[in-house]
């Protein structure tokens, strides 16, 4: 199922940072790091947390992002004074497979644009506004993990600006013998590689040229136009995440298994 890139209905947020004066600069670091929702109440009833399924917030200067629950989201933080505003955002909009999610999800979106408050106490965040709690923990930040070894699960497709969700949870792993071990979601490759800088280049074994049937379809061809790409694929390695880019065409990938 391909995703579609929209705006969001929600609108522009605006956030007054409670007990603190502080010049735009400072308020950025204030509020800066990746947050991941705790509980929060919206018009008297719960945000549901679904389990497997987080809901994250991650704030970069003037970069902001995260998942909620089921989609991607992104904008832009705009500072006036000691108010922070969060603007243009857009997210994908694919249709979440479990219903906990989509309830998790909606109840989310719904709630941020009754925000009016931001607090920080240390590793906590506590966003506020009429009928509106939502409390958040700092993740800690992850050591950049190594390039060859882990094995990489591929989590969004990237078009320019916009990406999208997966299916079948393909993976990439590129191994210390030289060989790489890869897959689309429909096919499994194999190959070898060489690295230079960032640059990753992969002479892929041969393997079956029939296209795969939709909706993997698209996905299969999308993988394979990156890890495939003549004069390789450049990797771009933060914490636990990997974006392998090849022209306007990406992957997006995250680890958390080494493979033999």
């Known amino acids: 199922m391909r995703a579609l890139h929209r705006s969001l209905a929600i609108g522009a947020l605006t956030l007054a940072l409670v007990g603190c004066s502080l010049l735009p600069g400072a308020l950025n670091a204030a509020l800066d790091g990746e947050w991941q929702l705790q509980q929060g109440t919206s018009q008297g ?72 408050g931001a607090e920080r106490d240390g590793d906590s965040l506590v966003l506020t506004g009429p009928q509106v709690e939502l409390r958040f923990t700092l993740i800690p930040p992850v050591p950049n993990a190594d390039l060859v070894g882990p094995r990489w699960t591929l989590e969004s497709l990237i078009s320019g600006q916009v990406a999208s969700t997966v299916l079948a949870a393909p993976t990439l792993q590129l191994k210390a013998d030289g060989t790489i071990a890869a897959s689309t979601g429909c096919r499994d490759l194999t190959g070898r590689y060489t690295v230079s800088g960032a640059t990753v280049k992969v002479t892929l074994d041969p393997y079956d040229l029939i296209a795969c049937a939709e909706p993997m379809g698209s996905q299969d061809v999308h993988v394979m136009k990156v890890i495939g790409a003549a004069g390789g694929f450049t990797i771009a390695i933060q914490g636990s995440s990997m974006t392998a880019t090849a022209g306007e065409m990406g992957l997006g990938y995250r680890t958390g298994t080494t493979g033999s």
């Open 45 to 116: 009833a719960a945000v549901p947390i679904a389990i497997g399924h987080p809901i994250t917030l991650k704030i970069d200067g003037t970069s902001v992002g995260g998942t909620a629950a089921c989609n991607h989201y992104g904008g832009r933080l705009e500072i006036n004074g000691t108010t922070v505003t969060f603007a243009e955002l857009g997210q994908t909009e694919m249709a979440c497979q479990d219903d906990g999610a989509m309830a998790s999800e909606a109840a989310y979106v719904a709630a941020l644009p009754r925000v009016t």
